[in-house]
Nanobody, 123 residues
Framework: QLVESGGGLVRAGGSLTLSCKAS????????VGWFRQVPGKEHEGVSC????????VYSDPLKGRFTISSDNAKNTVYLHMKSLRPEDTALYSC??????????????????WGQGTQVTVSS
């Protein structure tokens, strides 16, 4: 089971760190991805990480503002977000994959998603 947390209301320009904690299994042999969705639109890939070697991939428009990391001891993956914009407002969810795709972070490659955490950025 994956549980996301850390979302909230923040002003434009602010920062947030989201957490994706796994329970009942170890993330060591998985890839973990962060995705976001706004009502009426499909899930968008944000960033993915290979837990075994730390390789990461980002959505091009989000590079430089978002950083994904993992803490294997805590069995948790983080998404550090800075310089937030109103258009970053979405429900952020994490999912796992048994394969890591170095050149893409697509929701269709990930499963076992958590229920998500809402991020709202005010202007």
């Amino acid at each position: 089971q994956l549980v996301e947390s850390g979302g909230g209301l923040v002003r434009a320009g602010g920062s947030l760190t989201l957490s994706c904690k796994a329970s009942g299994f170890r993330l060591d042999d998985y890839a973990v991805g962060w995705f976001r969705q706004v009502p009426g639109k499909e899930h968008e890939g944000v960033s993915c990480i290979s837990i075994s070697d730390g390789t990461t991939v980002y959505s091009d428009p989000l590079k430089g503002r978002f950083t994904i990391s993992s803490d294997n001891a805590k069995n948790t993956v983080y998404l550090h977000m800075k310089s937030l914009r109103p258009e970053d407002t979405a429900l952020y969810s994490c999912g796992t994959s048994t394969s890591f795709y170095w050149d893409q972070c697509r929701p269709t490659n990930y499963a076992d998603w958590g229920q998500g955490t809402q991020v709202t950025v005010s202007s």
